[in-house]
């Protein structure tokens, strides 16, 4: 079963106009943005409301440490989209497969539960 480059040929092209816009998108904010700097642009805007405190206060790391979390384990899942929408086609190997996939998401899962990172204590 010997494919050409044809084949791949439309996701070549979609990953070349995915990092071209990255590219002119980052080029244009940068020539179109502001230039001159002054104290009423700097100036913090929070919809009208007047400012309160300082908005660099720290966040607990515990915040952050679940975001990542969710950030990981919504990929993941978003990998197992492709296989339930051709688990048929893909018989008992893709069935395999996709257990062991599982099989290291969940022990992922586990390990993370065991170390305490969904504690909010």
Excluded at 17 to 44: D, L, N
Excluded at 75 to 91: C, D, H, Q, R, S
């Amino acid at each position: 079963m010997s494919q050409g480059i044809s084949t791949y040929l439309p996701i070549l092209i979609m990953m070349g106009v995915a990092v071209g816009f990255v590219g002119v998108t980052m080029i244009a904010t940068h020539w179109m943005g502001p230039h001159k700097k002054s104290a009423v642009k700097s100036e913090t805007f929070e919809c009208g409301i007047e400012i309160q405190g300082n908005a660099r206060t720290p966040f607990s790391i515990k915040y952050f440490l679940v975001a990542v979390l969710f950030v990981l384990f919504d990929v993941e899942v978003i990998f197992m989209y492709p296989w339930a929408t051709n688990f048929k086609a893909l018989g008992l190997q893709g069935l395999a497969e996709m257990f062991s996939f599982i099989t290291v998401f969940m022990i992922g899962f586990f390990y993370i539960l065991k170390k305490g990172a969904l504690n909010w204590d």
